[in-house]
Structure formats: C-alpha cells, structure tokens
C-alpha cells in the first residue's frame, strides 16, 4: 500500500541552511563592524560607502570560495569511501554481509533478523546499505558543494546589504548609532528565524547572536578609534 504523506524533518534542511545562515550572519556582522571601525577612525562617508561596498563583494567570494573548497573536499572523502566500498563488495562479499549484520545486531536486532536484514538490504542496494549504516553517508547529509557556496555568498551579500543601506541613508552624524542599532536587529531576527527553522527556542537564538554581534563590533568600533586618533 503506498504511502500517502512523507514526514519533514528538519535535518534535510541542514545543509543549505547552515550555510545560508553563516552566510547572513557574517554578511551583517562583518559589514557592520567594517562599517563603524572606518567610521570611528572618523573618515569621510563615501569612504565608509566604499569600505562596506567592498567588503561586501570580497566577503560574498570568500564565503563562496571558502564553502565550496570545504564542502567539496567532504565530498572528495565520501567518494573516496564509497570507492573503498565497492572495492571491498567485490572481493568479499560474505565478509561484508557479516560486517552489516554486525552493525544491525549491535543496533538491537538478534542474529537471526540481523541477517535477514542485511541479505535483503544488500540483494536490493548493497553500496546504498553500507555507505548508510556503515559509513553514515545519507541523503540528507550528502556533501553538495555548489549549493553550499551559492547559499554562502546569497546570503551573505544579502545580509551585507542591510548595514550597507543604513549607512547610505542616514546622516552622517547618526551612522554609528543606527548602523549598531539596526544591525543588533537584523541579527536577532535572523538568530530567531534560525533558531525557528532548526527547531530550537527563539529567544535564545535571536540573544546568542545579538551577543556575539554586539561584541564583534564594539571591538572592532574600538579600534578604528584607536587607529583613527594615532594615524
């Protein structure tokens, strides 16, 4: 009898949601903390206009370049493992029958069952069934690196763009106050609808980010005032 409906579980989010976050998230950050530190050192505007615009570019390749190498290199070690895999089916076949069954019984299935789980699984998708159970390679987990690189760098200049936008519509004068204040809410909004996404409390989400932003630029605002006055 087929199955009607298919239950949706959050961990098939887990890739591209974990690098778009990251990416949004450093995207505001970054750009904020650039922002205020050319601002504390006291340069122009369109200075400041060309540092964020800048850092949002380089930042968006980055992200891009960064996840792509390191996605990519999981899925160099995936392919090698199934690579191993298959070799291994194919010299022996009765010892790898005897591994799954192994794993089936230390899950809690007895001898019997274990066995018959494994000659099944194996006469129907032998590589499928070890590189799940032996390896943990599944579907949802499965390395894809350009997603994750298109993804980073999206998000990223997406978020970028947000602190981007304030400082080139506010005065001047009242860049350092909004650019902070908007940006420690662009992070809470995005830490909650993270948090909300993933399954876990929203509160707690949106003021662990706010955090961790708060921080980044305060010491980042400090020494552009540092630098500014020395240089």
């Known amino acids: 009898m087929p199955v009607s409906n298919q239950e949706r579980h959050r961990t098939s989010r887990i890739g591209w949601l974990r690098a778009a976050v990251l990416g949004a998230n450093d995207g505001i950050l970054s750009t904020s903390s650039l922002?205020?530190?050319?601002?504390?050192?006291?340069?122009?505007?369109s200075s400041i206009l060309v540092a964020g615009v800048a850092g949002l570019v380089a930042g968006s390749m980055s992200?891009?370049?960064?996840?792509?190498?390191?996605?990519?290199?999981?899925?160099?070690?995936?392919?090698?493992?199934l690579a191993l895999e298959r070799a291994e089916l194919k010299a022996d076949d009765i010892g790898e029958h005897k591994e799954l069954m192994a794993i089936y019984v230390a899950r809690g299935l007895d001898?019997?069952?274990?066995?018959?789980?494994a000659e099944q699984l194996m006469a129907h998708d032998a590589i499928g069934a070890h590189a799940r159970d032996e390896l943990g390679?599944?579907?949802?987990?499965?390395?894809?690196?350009?997603?994750?690189a298109l993804a980073s760098a999206s998000s990223f200049a997406v978020g970028a763009?947000?602190?981007?936008?304030?400082?080139?519509?506010?005065?001047?004068?009242?860049?350092i106050p909004f650019v902070?204040?908007?940006?420690?809410?662009?992070?809470?909004?995005?830490?909650?609808?993270?948090?909300?996404?993933?399954?876990?409390?929203?509160?707690?989400?949106a003021?662990?980010?706010?955090?961790?932003?708060?921080?980044?630029?305060?010491?980042?605002?400090?020494v552009g005032s540092l630098f500014g006055t020395i240089l």
């Not at 922002?35 to 505007?45: C, E, K, N, S």
């Not at 992200?63 to 493992?81: C, F, I, K, L």
């Not at 001898?111 to 789980?117: I, N, R, T």
């Not at 599944?138 to 997603?147: M, Y």
Request: charged letters at 10%.
């Open 137 to 148: 390679i599944s579907e949802a987990f499965h390395a894809r690196p350009i997603q994750a």
């Open 111 to 117: 001898s019997s069952l274990a066995k018959q789980v």
């Open 180 to 205: 902070s204040g908007t940006s420690l809410v662009f992070l809470a909004l995005l830490g909650g609808i993270a948090a909300r996404a993933g399954g876990a409390g929203v509160a707690v989400g």
């Open 63 to 81: 992200m891009a370049a960064g996840e792509y190498v390191s996605v990519h290199s999981q899925a160099d070690t995936e392919r090698a493992d």
């Open 35 to 45: 922002v205020l530190g050319v601002a504390t050192a006291h340069a122009t505007h």
């Open 207 to 222: 003021m662990r980010v706010m955090f961790w932003g708060a921080l980044a630029m305060a010491v980042t605002a400090g």
């Open 161 to 175: 763009a947000m602190p981007l936008l304030v400082s080139a519509t506010v005065p001047p004068a009242l860049l």
